[in-house]
């Protein structure tokens, strides 16, 4: 479903991202892991449209997307959240997902239809679709679950969410990882997943790339990644340390 070769960022004479590859499968959840500064969200906005890469290819369905702007590739069924959610705060939270419906998708997308959308979306991470429901009732769960929510109603095919549980309690992280989880099995949706929190990540994601200072130092399944030792000395450190035990970078 996605393709991405040699892909490399570089902000003058600093290499962000460096020849980094990897493909992803219809059905897949990614987890895209790294220190900070190590080029995830660098990376993330290259396949979202938001940065232009400086060399390689991203294929999407076999198309490639690198350098077209975020509102197309949004169209072409990439969807993505934010780190720092900012809704529209003078809009309801029903509001905020029917105008994501509305504008996310390409071709006429009736009144109709991008409300019952955005309610979907809504129920799909259990925030309420009151019509009067503010967004000024939500804590930074709730910010988060919106920031989702305004993702899934634009009906990507792929998701890429980054950092998703960031200021979240410990049992909230796993209420939004275990929804993750569910969003993928119930619109079949594809996800890379960028996160800090790697105990919560591991738990649900397929497959695991790990980056550091913009190169892919390690890809393969999330049991396999606390073993390696490059990621041990590069990510963790030389401290034994167990992922679940891991404190968020
Ligand atoms: N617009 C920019 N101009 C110059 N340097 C940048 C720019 N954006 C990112 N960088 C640098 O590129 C490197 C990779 O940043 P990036 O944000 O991709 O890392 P990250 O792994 O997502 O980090 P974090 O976990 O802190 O979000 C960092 O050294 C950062 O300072």
């Not at 259990?126 to 930074?140: F, I, K, M, N, Y």
């Amino acid at each position: 479903m996605l393709k991405v070769t040699d892909l490399t960022k570089r902000f003058g004479g600093f290499t962000a991202v460096n020849r980094v590859s990897f493909s992803l499968e219809k059905g897949e959840i990614l987890g895209l892991i790294g220190p900070n500064g190590s080029g995830k969200s660098t990376t993330f906005n290259m396949i979202a449209g938001m940065l232009r890469p400086t060399s390689g290819s991203i294929e999407f369905d076999g198309r490639e997307i690198g350098g077209l702007p975020p509102i197309e590739i949004c169209h072409r069924g990439i969807g993505r959240t934010f780190q720092i959610p900012r809704p529209f705060r003078n809009l309801t939270i029903l509001e905020n997902v029917v105008t994501a419906a509305f504008f996310g998708q390409s071709g006429h997308v009736s009144r109709s239809k991008a409300h019952a959308q955005a309610e979907e979306a809504l129920a799909l991470v259990g925030l309420p679709t009151d019509p009067r429901a503010e967004v000024a009732s939500l804590g930074a769960a709730g910010l988060k679950k919106l920031e989702l929510a305004r993702a899934i109603a634009t009906q990507p095919r792929l998701l890429l969410a980054d950092e998703s549980l960031g200021g979240l309690d410990e049992t909230e992280m796993n209420q939004a990882a275990d929804m993750l989880d569910h969003i993928r099995r119930e619109k079949d949706i594809t996800i890379i997943w960028v996160e800090h929190i790697m105990g919560v990540l591991m738990r649900v994601v397929d497959r695991a790339i790990v980056l550091d200072h913009g190169e892919k130092i390690f890809e393969g399944l999330p049991r396999e990644v606390a073993k390696d030792p490059k990621v041990i000395e590069i990510y963790l450190g030389t401290e034994k340390i167990s992922f679940d035990e891991a404190p968020a970078t």
